[in-house]
């Protein structure tokens, strides 16, 4: 039965007669189609757009990079923190000072009309010399930078100033490079430039807090970090030993763990971009420091916002209240020794005897830390012309405030953050310690 099933099934599809589809056929002759020529044209590629490939294509793994620093000793006291870069095809070299208060790279140029070849004791740029030089945009301004460097004798209504003309040039850190980086020639410059040690102030800022970019941000943002961090090692009252980690932090240098705290709200507000922290408090010894005059007898000091500038050798309070206030708990025998210049001090032999630590309270309620301002930093040393009296080293900056909230404003120099291994992230806006492995001899 079911063989019959089946021999039925197979006769049911036996094919019949095959079926052809029949093609049109064209008698005339179809000439065939004539060629296509295309025209390739080359696409030729900025000299600029082939080392930023280049460098891309290079650092596949992006690793930190530990640079040395040296510091700057003043009468005692290490104040500010520089090493070497390089501009222009073929690099010109300059020693620069990392200031996380500014923006700019500021070096001085051939065609400046103060730099007298005997007497300043720096390089010149010359963008003749360098192949990848543009000037663009070619505008001046007039730039000022706090006291220059120096706090003796600090000076409130006198910052140190330089005429200034904005180009672009290829600058490098070793093999860190910024092809095109915004670069700002000295054309001029006030006399307490000459004094320095270093030639220029490369400026480290939060990211994006101006129109152009950073140095530091231009190189992070191309590939060539793995970590948008910063950090600051100081080997205390030493030239050589001191250090920053670019891309990341160098644990050799630190021990424990980094306490990290987010910067003030108003850090990011176009009237203020930059590192700027709260200050709820600060203690002497534990004594908290309040009003001593009225109004507010007794009471804290007013809530207040600090500036991080480790290109600062000084620590400026707001006001003239606020410094009166801070050493009538040190010692009254710290007096005002000019209203002007904002600088208080005494006697040399009485600065160092009542030198006593201040703490400082930053941050916000729930994510805060005390930084200790040792005792070892409150002389800074003796006046010039005068050196039977020393400047101590808080000043008053004369009713400073940020503009963004019309807080009273500190600002925070390396008498603070050299005691810390400190890290920076410009991009999660976070601020970071931890204590650092000195080495025997210079630790305080």
Known sequence: MKAAIIISALAAITPGPSLVLATPVN?????????????????RLDPRQLEARRLLTRRKKPKAQDESLKAWIDR????????????????????????????????PTVACTTCDTQQWPHPLFDPAKSSTFLNDPGTSFEGCFGTGGTSIPFDRFNPQCANITLAKDKVCIRDLCSPVQDIALGTGYDPAFMAQPFDGILGINIENATTYNTWYWNVYQSGQLPSPEFAFYIEPREVHGSQITLGGVDKSKYKGDITTIPLSPIATNPNVQGWVLQVPA??????????????????????????????????????????????????????ELDRVLGIWGATCDVVNRVAKDV??????PGAQ????????????GPLPGNETFCQAIYVNLGGA????????????????????YTVWNGRALTFGVARPKWKKASAP
Request: zero cysteines; a neutral charge.
């Open 27 to 43: 008698n005339e002759r179809t000439p065939p189609p004539a060629p296509r020529h295309l025209k390739l044209q080359a696409r």
């Open 76 to 107: 005692g006291q290490d104040v500010q923190y520089y090493s070497e870069i390089k501009v222009g095809t073929p690099g010109q070299k300059f020693d620069v000072n990392f200031d996380t208060a500014a923006d700019d790279l500021l070096i």
């Open 282 to 335: 600060l203690y002497v010894e534990g004594q908290r420091v309040v009003n001593t005059t009225a109004p507010g007898i007794g009471s804290p000091l007013p809530f207040a916002e600090a500036k991080l500038d480790m290109a600062t050798s000084f620590m400026g309070s707001p006001n003239f209240e606020a410094t009166r206030d801070l050493y009538a708990v040190i010692s009254p025998e710290i007096i």
């Open 359 to 364: 703490v400082f309270t930053l941050g916000a």
């Open 369 to 380: 830390l005390n930084l200790t301002v040792p005792k070892a930093e409150f002389n800074a």
């Open 401 to 420: 405030r940020e503009r963004a909230n019309r807080n009273p404003g500190w600002v925070f120099g390396a008498p603070i953050f050299k005691n810390y």
